[in-house]
C-alpha cells in the first residue's frame, strides 16, 4: 500500500470524537519540503519526475513509455532549463549587468522563463513572440510586467528572430541578447541537468530519447549526454511534418532558419509529427493518464509510442515540454 492517508481511517463520519488515528507521512515528502524550505525560486528549477504512462505503454507490451514531466519546474516548462543556464552564463562572462534589458525571440515558453527569473533577479525583459502565441502565454507574460513585441504569425518564431535582432542591432549597450537559438548555454543546461536526471530516474535502463526540434538544445544536449552514458541508446528527434503546422515552439527545419546549435548527426532518426497527432494524443493522455499536457508533449508521446510500436523491448523516455493550461483556448478539445 502507498504511503498515504488511508480512506478507511476517515469515512466513519459517526467518530469524529474519538482519537484519530496516526497520519501516515511520507518520509520522502517531508524530506522534500525540509530539504527545499528557505531556496530561492530559481534554485526550483530542474529535478523534475519521470512519469510512466501505462494507458498508452498497454498497446505495446514489452516496452516501457517514459515522460519527463517538465511543468513542475517554476516557470512550467522544460525552458526554464536554458533560460536559467543562460542567464547565469550572461552574469559569469558580463555580458549582462544589472542595468540591461534581457532580449530574446520566443514563442513563448523561454519567455515565461526569462520573464520569471528576471523577475526574481531583478532584471527587465523585453521578447518577440509570434502573435499567434496562444492567449494563455500572453496573459502570463503581461502578468510579470513583461515588455513583448508581437511578430507576424505567418513567419512563425523565424519573424521573431529577425525582430530581436533588429532591435539589438540598434541599441547592443542596451540590451543582453542571449539568443537561444545560438548560445551553447541552452544545450548546455540539459547536458548538465536533463539527462543526467533520466538516467539516474531510469537506473540507467533507457534504451529509446524521443525529443522534438524547437532550439533543438533539448535534444541535442540531452542525447549528446544520454550517449556518453550508454552509446547503444537510441535517440530519436522529431520536427513537425511541414512548414505550416499547428506546434508552437517546434521548427521544420527545412523551412526555417536553422539554430547554430542544431548538430542533425546526433539524432540515430529523426521524424516528421503531424499536428492532428499531437491534438489527439494531447485528448488521449489527459483521458487514459489523467495527465494534462501540451502540444508539442502531445506530439512527443505519440513520437515515442511510434517507436515503442517498432520495438520488442525497452525502455523510451520522452520530454513532456509543459503542460495543457497555456492551450486550453484551443479549439482541439471541442473537436
Not at 562572462?93 to 523577475?119: F, M
Not at 545560438?182 to 537506473?203: C, D, F, K, L
Not at 550517449?227 to 508552437?248: Q, R
Request: with cysteine; proline share 7%; aromatic share 8%.
Amino acid at each position: 500500500m502507498p504511503l498515504g492517508y488511508n480512506v478507511g481511517q476517515v469515512s466513519n463520519l459517526a467518530s469524529l470524537d474519538a482519537d484519530p488515528p496516526p497520519c501516515i507521512i511520507n518520509p520522502d515528502m517531508i524530506t522534500r519540503i525540509n530539504a527545499l524550505a528557505g531556496k530561492n525560486v530559481t534554485e526550483l528549477v530542474g529535478g523534475t519526475p519521470l512519469l510512466e504512462l501505462p494507458g498508452i505503454s498497454a498497446e505495446v507490451p514489452g516496452v516501457d513509455i517514459l515522460g519527463k514531466a517538465e511543468w513542475y519546474t517554476p516557470g512550467g516548462s522544460v525552458k526554464d532549463r536554458p533560460a536559467l543556464w543562460m542567464i547565469r552564463d550572461g552574469e559569469k562572462t558580463g555580458s549582462l549587468t544589472p542595468e540591461k534589458i534581457i532580449l530574446d525571440a520566443t514563442s513563448g515558453n523561454t519567455g515565461i522563463a526569462y520573464a520569471w527569473i528576471g523577475a526574481a533577479l531583478g532584471y527587465r525583459v523585453k521578447l518577440c513572440m509570434p502573435k499567434n502565441a496562444s492567449e494563455e502565454r500572453k496573459k502570463i507574460l503581461r502578468a510579470y510586467g513583461v515588455d513583448f513585441v508581437l511578430t507576424d504569425p505567418d513567419e512563425g518564431s523565424d519573424g521573431a528572430i529577425r525582430e530581436a535582432r533588429r532591435l539589438y542591432a540598434e541599441d547592443p549597450d542596451l540590451y543582453f541578447y542571449p539568443d537561444q537559438y545560438s548560445n551553447p548555454a541552452n544545450p548546455r543546461s540539459h547536458y548538465e541537468s536533463t539527462a543526467p536526471e533520466i538516467w539516474e530516474q531510469t537506473n540507467g535502463e533507457i534504451t529509446h530519447f524521443v525529443a522534438g526540434l524547437g532550439t533543438s538544445g533539448t535534444f541535442v544536449g540531452t542525447a549528446t549526454r544520454l550517449k556518453e552514458y550508454n552509446p547503444a541508446i537510441e535517440t530519436i528527434s522529431f520536427e513537425p511534418d511541414s512548414a505550416f503546422h499547428g506546434l508552437e515552439g517546434m521548427k521544420h527545419m527545412e523551412s526555417a532558419i536553422v539554430p547554430a546549435i542544431y548538430d542533425p548527426t546526433i539524432a540515430d532518426q529523426n521524424r516528421a509529427a503531424r499536428t492532428e497527432d499531437a491534438y489527439e494524443m494531447v485528448k488521449r493522455v489527459a483521458r487514459e493518464e489523467g495527465i494534462l499536457i501540451g502540444l508539442s508533449a502531445g506530439a512527443a508521446v505519440a513520437t515515442a509510442l511510434e517507436v515503442a510500436r517498432e520495438i520488442e523491448s525497452g525502455t523510451v523516455v520522452t520530454i513532456l515540454c509543459d503542460g495543457a493550461d497555456k492551450y486550453l483556448s484551443e479549439n482541439f478539445w471541442e473537436e
